[in-house]
C-alpha cells in the first residue's frame, strides 16, 4: 500500500498539482502579515537572538559558532512543529479538497509539508549565508554538506509520518492537540538544540538514539558546519524511526482517515 501510494505521488503531472499547492498555500500562510514573507526570515533570527542571550551570554556555553549552532538546529526544529502541529486538524480544514475533488488524502499531507519545505529552504539559505560570510568561526563550505539532502529527507519523512499519526488520532481523540503541545515542548528541552552537544550526552547517554530529532540536528551540525560526515549510525536510526512512522501513519490513514468526513 505504502509503495503504491509513493508510485502515484511521483506521477509527474501529480508532482506538478502538489508543487502548485505547496506554493499556493505558502502564499497564503503570510498574505495577511504586514511582514508578509520577511516574518518567515524574521521569527528564527529572533528566536536566535533570545537563546543567545540566555545561554550564550547569561549562562556562558562557550560553544564555538554559537549563533550558527543555534540557526541550523531552530530552523530543523521549527520544520517538524510547523510540520505536526500544524497539520493535526488537516482532515478538518482541508475536508472540501478529498471531497469534492480527485485529490486522495496523502496528496493533501504532502503538498502542506512541501510548503512548509519552501518555508525551510530560505531560512536555510539564510544560514548558509550567515556562517559563510558572517560568522567569524566559520570553517567555511564543503562538500560534506550535501549530506543535508539524506538528512532533510529523513526529517521530511518523520514529520510526514507523525502528521498522518496525529491528524488521525484526532478524529478519535480531539485533546490530542494539548497533549501534542505539551509533549512538544517537553522534547523541546530533550533535544541538543542549544545545549553543549558533550553535556547532552553526558547528561542523557543514548538519548540520541531514542529521539530522532536529536540525531537528525546532531548529524546537520556535523555536516554543515564541523566538515565531517554524518554518523551513519545514528543517521540509519533515524531513517529506521521515520519509515516506521511513516507506515504507522498509512495504516491509521486507511483504517481511519475513511470515515474522517463522518467523524468529524
Not at 553543549?196 to 553526558?202: A, D
Request: aromatic share 18%; net charge positive.
Amino acid at each position: 500500500m505504502a509503495e503504491a501510494m509513493t508510485t502515484r505521488l511521483l506521477n509527474p503531472h501529480k508532482m506538478e498539482r502538489l508543487w502548485l499547492l505547496a506554493r499556493i498555500e505558502f502564499k497564503l500562510r503570510y498574505y495577511e502579515n504586514k511582514l508578509g514573507l520577511f516574518w518567515a526570515l524574521l521569527k528564527p533570527i529572533m528566536d536566535i537572538v533570545i537563546y543567545y542571550i540566555v545561554f550564550q551570554i547569561i549562562i556562558k556555553q562557550n560553544i564555538p559558532a554559537f549563533a550558527s549552532y543555534l540557526f541550523i538546529g531552530l530552523i530543523l526544529w521549527n520544520f517538524f512543529v510547523e510540520s505536526t502541529t500544524g497539520t493535526i486538524r488537516i482532515l478538518t480544514t482541508k475536508k472540501y479538497l478529498y471531497e469534492y475533488s480527485n485529490m486522495n488524502k496523502m496528496e493533501i499531507y504532502v503538498s502542506t509539508l512541501m510548503s512548509n519545505a519552501i518555508g525551510f529552504f530560505f531560512n536555510f539559505v539564510m544560514f548558509l549565508i550567515f556562517y559563510n560570510l558572517i560568522e567569524r568561526q566559520s570553517l567555511g563550505p564543503s562538500f560534506y554538506n550535501f549530506w543535508i539532502i539524506p538528512v532533510f529527507c529523513i526529517l521530511f519523512m518523520l514529520s510526514l509520518g507523525s502528521a498522518l499519526i496525529l491528524s488521525n488520532v484526532f478524529i478519535l481523540a480531539k485533546d490530542i492537540n494539548q497533549v501534542w503541545q505539551v509533549f512538544v515542548s517537553f522534547l523541546f528541552f530533550l533535544s541538543p538544540i542549544f545545549y553543549k552537544l558533550s553535556t547532552f550526552k553526558e547528561s542523557l547517554p543514548r538519548f540520541d538514539y531514542l529521539n530522532p530529532m536529536a540525531g537528525i540536528i546532531i548529524n546537520a551540525r556535523r555536516v554543515m558546519m564541523e566538515h565531517r560526515p554524518p554518523d551513519l549510525r545514528l543517521l540509519v536510526w533515524d531513517a529506521v524511526y521515520s519509515g516506521l512512522l511513516f507506515l504507522l501513519g498509512i495504516y491509521l490513514l486507511n483504517k481511519l482517515g475513511s470515515r474522517a468526513a463522518e467523524k468529524l
